[in-house]
Structure formats: C-alpha cells, structure tokens
C-alpha cells in the first residue's frame, strides 16, 4: 500500500478514528499493531513471518541479555540477534548479488551460477537496522527491556516508518507506546499540513522531476553534457523530495496517532561540507551508522588513521545497504573518502562557505550519477565522461522538469528566511486555508494517471 494511493487515505482515516476512540493502551495499541500487519500484508502476506521472528527473536534475546551479568553470555546473545537479522538481510537482499558477482568462479567450479530469484522483502533494511538498535542498545546498557510483547512488537511494525522509515530507536518510540497519547487538535492540524506537505513533494515535484530522469538516465549517450547536467540535478531533487515527502508523510500520520518520530532531512542542499551534508540527509540512518558501526569499530578515538579507516569502511557498509549492486559500495567509498578527507583537514574550515557549498554540492551530485546507474558502472562512467567534457549530443530542456528544479532553489532558499515558518501552514494565519486549498488542487489536477513507488522501498 503506498502512502499516495487512494486506499491509504481510507484506510488511515478509519484507523485514526478508531484510535482516538480506543480506550486503554492494551486495546489501542492492539488495534495499531493489526493494522501494520495488515498494511504490511497488503504488499506481500507471506513476509509478515520475519516482523514475527525479528520480534520474537529480539525481545527474548534482549531480556536474557539484560538479566545476565556473565559477558560471554551477553556476547552470545548479542550475536545470536546480529546472525538472525543480519543474516535475514544478507539471504533476501545480497544473495543473488552475490552468486552473480561470483559466477565465473562458480562455473569454473562446474555450478550453474545462477541467481536464485529472490524477491525483496519491501522494508527489510529498515526494520532490521531498527530492531538491532533495540538489542545492542540493551547490551550496551543505555535501554531497559520493556516487558510488553505488545508494545515491542508494535515499536517494529508500525505502520507509517515501516517500509522506509524514518529509523525509529527503541528508547524513541517504547515510552510513547507505554502509554496513551493525549489528544491535540494542535498536533492534529500539524500532522496533517505535513502528511500534505509530504503528499506534494512526492507527487508534484519528485515525479515531475522522475520524467527527465527516467530518459536521460535510459540512453545517456544521446544527450548534451549540459541537459546530462541537468538530468543530474534533477535525480538529486528527485530523490530527495520522494524521500523526504515519504519521510514527511510518515511522521505526520505518526503525529496524527499522537506519537512523535524524529526528524529525517533539514535542507541537505544548503551543506558547505560532506559532514554537514551527513547531518541534514537521512539524519536516523547516518546517526545509525555512527552511533552502531563508526563507533563499534572505534571511532575516532584510536588515531587518524583509523578514524580514516573507520569512515571508509561505515559509508562503504552504508553504501552497501542501500543495495546490492557495486555502484552502491562505490557511492559509499565515495562518501568515506570525501568524508575521510575532510576530515584530515585537506579542506580548510577557513574556506569560503560559498565554495564549501559548491565542493559539497560536487561531490554529492557525483555520487548521485553512481547511485542512480544501479548495478551499471559503464553507464556511470559515460555520463561522468560527457559532463566533463559538455559533449555534443541532444539538448533537451523541458519545461515542468526545469520548473520543479527552480521550486527546489527557491524551497531550500526560502528556509534560510522568516519564511521557514509560514512554509509550514500555521493554523492562526489567515493564508494557510488558502494555501491548503491550492495544494489539495494542484494534487487532485496535476497528479500523474500512474503513481511511481517511493524511491526508497527498494532499500
């Protein structure tokens, strides 16, 4: 079920109706467990069976890890919770990576070679990252196990962040579940603006800016490096406004229900540098990343150069996690080293922000060019090649592509100004009426005859 099809909104309004009447956290919150289920199982019922084994396995590892004063033990549980869910991950989203990537020396062996057609549970990556936070969080002794089955396995299938987040933790979301949310018109008139907000990112801008994408990226070769340029530009908008209209979407239902979900995205086109950009982009995954990976291998507390070592290896393993193609683990090491590099000093905190903006800017838009050509780095090279050297070709500019990018420049400019706060549809100003209005419009009008999935459910 996509957040921008029509059977979400029937489907959310009868839940939070259902909700608000429900009395007692047992009986709400059962209610709102069935109803991820079924949102789940509306996709494919069959996966419903690993939310079922991550919560069980999770929730008794956990309770036997806080109990135990013995370190082996508490290892061993601990690595009992890694080898389920990380191997869960490993068997449906990198097996058949993995048989294809070693398929010469399978058949030289005398195997087949061949990939098994494993299809990707949607979600997998996000509700496993989230439910690993929870039992190393314990083990580390920074989270009490809750001793609710209910609300535990409630905390990893709720619906609004289970496909795509945002990156929930336990120590976020379990002491909301414990008890019953009061009622706020206020929270309600706010989650709804941005549910809205969210719905008009993804459809008016991320798919308008998805049409320029989809041709130029098909044949690459047959364009102008200037249009290559902007087809880039456009991926870069694409994706981050179907992320954050998603990411928009499900913090405000969340909110609606009366439960609060961190923030996912703060502008990251506005960054002067890759450590800033990795702090307003994805905000739950990267805090992820450090807080489980960087630190665990060390951090920056053992030297340079294995603080360098530790950023290479987590934005490789971030890449990594975003797909199981070899132009993600690129895009990673990319990340690692322009981050690796910073790091060191190489760039100056005395530069100008300006520049520091266009160098980020740079980088990130590379990136992108190995983020979009999943699983094709011949493809990616080519464009890199013909943007470097603006060769000739087609020079295509179309209108609505063009325009959603200006709306991009002037959304990220304006929320440097004391238009930020007006963005957001206040309830007391006398424009919000209107500006709603206009948006439900725009959406009823402009929406295309066929919705696109949300980028990230493929991760």
């Not at 030289?108 to 496993?128: D, Q, R």
């Not at 609060?260 to 086109?269: S, T």
Request: charged share 15%; proline share 4%.
């Amino acid at each position: 079920m996509l957040f921008t099809q029509l059977e979400f909104p029937i489907f959310f309004a009868i839940i939070l109706i259902a909700a608000w009447l429900s009395r007692g956290r047992t009986l709400r919150n059962t209610l709102l467990l069935v109803a991820s289920y079924y949102f789940y199982a509306h996709w494919d019922y069959r996966f419903c069976v690993l939310l079922m084994l991550s919560t069980a396995v999770d929730f008794v590892v956990a309770k036997q890890i806080h109990r135990s004063e013995n370190e082996v033990f508490r290892r061993r549980m601990l690595l009992i919770s890694l080898v389920i869910n990380l191997g869960m991950l490993g068997y449906f989203k990198y097996c058949d990576f993995f048989i294809a990537s070693a398929r010469p020396l399978l058949q030289a062996c005398g195997l087949s070679g061949e990939t098994l057609g494993i299809i990707l549970p949607v979600g997998i990556s996000f509700f496993t990252f989230q439910t690993l936070s929870y039992t190393i969080d314990v083990y580390r002794r920074k989270l009490a196990p809750t001793n609710s089955l209910l609300d535990f396995a409630l905390f990893v299938a709720f619906f609004p962040q289970l496909v795509a987040g945002p990156i929930v933790r336990a120590r976020e979301l379990l002491p909301q579940l414990a008890a019953v949310p009061k009622f706020s018109r206020r929270r309600m008139y706010g989650g709804a603006q941005q549910m809205l907000r969210g719905a008009a990112k993804k459809i008016l801008i991320a798919d308008r800016l998805g049409e320029m994408v989809d041709v130029v990226f098909a044949g690459p070769e047959l364009y102008s490096g200037l249009t290559i340029w902007i087809a880039v530009i456009a991926y870069a908008g694409q994706i981050y406004y179907d992320f954050a209209g998603y990411s928009d979407i499900a913090i405000g239902a969340a909110k609606m229900l009366g439960y609060r979900f961190p923030a996912n995205f703060r502008h990251p086109y506005l960054a002067t540098s890759m450590g800033d950009f990795w702090h307003r982009w994805h905000m739950t995954l990267s805090r992820w990343l450090r807080d489980y990976v960087y630190v665990s291998l060390g951090g920056n507390r053992n030297g340079h150069w294995q603080t360098y070592r530790n950023l290479l290896l987590t934005m490789t393993l971030g890449g990594l996690w975003h797909g199981a193609a070899w132009t993600f683990l690129l895009w990673g090491l990319w990340h690692g080293i322009s981050l690796a590099i910073e790091k060191a000093g190489a760039t100056t905190k005395r530069m100008p922000r300006l520049l520091g903006w266009v160098m980020t800017m740079f980088i990130v838009l590379v990136g992108w060019i190995l983020f979009r050509c999943a699983g094709d780095l011949p493809q990616a090279t080519a464009m890199i090649q013909q943007m470097a050297t603006f060769s000739k070709g087609i020079a295509w500019y179309p209108p609505l592509a063009i325009g959603a990018i200006a709306v991009m420049v002037l959304e990220h400019l304006a929320w440097r100004t004391p238009l930020r706060k007006a963005m957001r549809l206040p309830s007391d100003r006398w424009y919000s009426p209107i500006a709603t209005t206009i948006l439900l419009w725009a959406l009823v009008i402009y929406a295309p005859q066929q919705f696109s999935p949300f980028v990230y459910f493929q991760f």
